[in-house]
């Protein structure tokens, strides 16, 4: 439902249908949003149980029965989580011999209810518990996953007004370059000096200290902080740590490197559209699919994703440095063609 409701095409759509009440497909048609598509969005509202198809026509649930619903399943989603935890705490507590101790906040964001132990926090929806453990509390090293930057927009303004050694390091989701209202938030972490990447998929938040501890959301990256598994144990510092590199090593660094089309290659095999990149780039979307076309007939590929398998083989196999507007890939390939020929 929640994946629904972030649709804004979507979400006016049900907004409207609530207040016009309509029962064809004629009268849907004539209340709908402009541009709208109707036959995934109304499967969409179907399948999420926010409209009903009648004997008679549409029918709209209450939003009373919705909410309802809603609640009754994230308590479910809850404890389901919980038993997760539940069961993942009994495995490492064998494996490390120590205890695993649930915790309440605490004035520092957890209690410490025994040294290296392990402490469950579940604070519903509250980043800063999150925040604090390792930003608030540490003064360099930190490794940091970030799915969403707008829900620590107003952390990380202020974290970014100073400068930050090297060895801090950001991996935010491939949105943060999408959205032109974070761009600037973007650009001042990377000038803050901190080691800034993107990637298009960042699974959850995770935030990591080595040798002092760790927190890592109790939920997918997608939704809210609902609660943070805060450690200080030596063996889930070091397996936390390995899945952190294992995320990093995929993300793209950031500020780009070489000719604008390495860079607009870079960011699609990221997730970002031909708009999205032009964007980023500040070049109109007709000159980068135009430089794009001439890459595909330089290198003899006839889509894009043929050119991005090219690229991912041979393209970036140094870092570009040249920021001309012709294209470092295209030397790239021309080099090869050559070491082909001899």
Known sequence: MAAVLRDGSTLDLLLRLQRGKPRTLEQIRRIAPPGVDLGPALTALEAAGLVRVARDGLEIVPPETTVTRAVADELSRSRGRMREWRDLLAALTTCADRPAVPAAPSANGASRAAEHSLSLIFVAGN????????????????????????????????WASEPRPADHRLLLGV?????????????????????????????????????????????EGSRPVSGALV???????????????????????????????????????????????????????RTLQRQLARLMDAVGVRSRFELGVWWATHGRADAPGADDTENDAVKKNDAVKKEGRR
């Open 127 to 158: 980043i800063d518990v999150w925040w604090d453990e390792l930003f608030g509390g540490v003064a360099a090293g930190v490794s940091a996953a970030i799915p969403d930057l707008v829900r620590v927009r107003d952390h990380l303004e202020s």
């Open 175 to 219: 949105g943060a370059l999408r959205d032109p209202a974070l761009r600037p938030l973007v650009s001042a972490l990377v000038a803050s000096g901190a080691r800034v990447r993107v990637s298009a998929r960042v699974p959850t938040w995770l935030a990591l200290a080595p040798a002092q501890r760790a927190a890592l959301s109790a939920d």
């Open 231 to 285: 450690t200080e144990n030596p063996l889930m510092l070091h397996a936390l740590g390995e899945v952190f590199e294992s995320w990093w090593t995929t993300g793209l660094a950031l500020p780009l490197e070489g000719g604008t089309t390495d860079r607009a290659l870079a960011l699609r095999a990221h997730g970002l559209n031909d708009d999205d990149i032009a964007r980023v780039l500040d070049v109109s979307a």
